[in-house]
């Protein structure tokens, strides 16, 4: 039981030094700019629970304001995920109180805020299409996974290419490597053919003045009086 506490606690560690920061975040700007698509609908004549603006085919007021609740709701959806994750582990460490006072604080105003906005865009979407309060969130999850699995094609895409990229990078390389020592090679064998070009034209020089000393010598030697021998 101690070496589980132990575990726990160590697993958990790093919210006694976060002092619940992790929790201090920032709803997204999706919410302001619903605000403001909701307030220029109004200005052109739009009425709440009118229409239905999912079956829409132009862009009416009604229309827009949907495509930007939605906006909104899937901005949101990462930090339900987030705290979903989290709140388990904050609960436990509260109940073993192994968590500040602060943390705890920081954790229940975060989920406060949270499922304020939640009911506040189930608000919304039933002034704009009565019925969709009940779909809303759901559809945003799986728009979010959507575009999330989107995100990642194309993050592989993009390595893939610049995989490919870099292998023909380092055909080219090595091409050119190829290609600069067939070169050294040529260069090589042009150098050792006039090395032996030079050193077979002072070898026949040497020929030559020995020659001439011998022959020179024989001259030197038909002078001399038999006598003399």
């Not at 609960?91 to 006072?101: G, I």
């Not at 050193?199 to 000393?213: G, T």
């Amino acid at each position: 039981m101690y070496r589980k506490h132990q575990a726990e606690k160590k697993k958990f560690a790093f919210f006694e030094d976060l002092e619940g920061s992790q929790f201090n975040f920032k709803l997204p700007p999706t919410i302001e700019e619903f605000y403001e698509v909701k307030k220029a609908a109004i200005n052109q004549g739009w009425v709440p629970g009118q229409g239905e603006p999912s079956k829409e085919k132009t862009e009416t007021p009604g229309r827009k304001m949907g495509q930007a609740l939605m906006k909104r709701a899937i901005s949101i959806v990462p930090i339900i995920h987030f705290m979903q994750k989290e709140g388990g582990a904050m609960n436990r460490l509260h109940q073993r109180n192994m968590c500040s006072k602060a943390q705890w604080r920081s954790f229940k105003v975060a989920e406060t805020r949270l499922t304020e906005e939640v009911d506040e865009v189930k608000l919304e979407a039933e002034e704009i299409e009565p019925g969709w309060s009940d779909q809303i969130w759901s559809q945003a999850a799986r728009y979010h996974q959507m575009l999330k699995q989107k995100q990642q094609e194309e993050v592989a895409v993009a390595q893939r290419a610049q995989a490919a990229q870099l292998q023909q990078q380092e055909l080219a390389n090595m091409k050119a490597e190829q290609e600069r020592r067939r070169r050294m090679e040529i260069q090589k064998n042009l150098e050792d053919a006039k090395r032996k070009e030079r050193d077979a034209e002072k070898m026949a020089k040497q020929l030559e003045k020995e020659e001439e000393r011998s022959q020179d010598a024989k001259k030197g030697f038909k002078g001399v009086k038999k006598g003399f021998l």
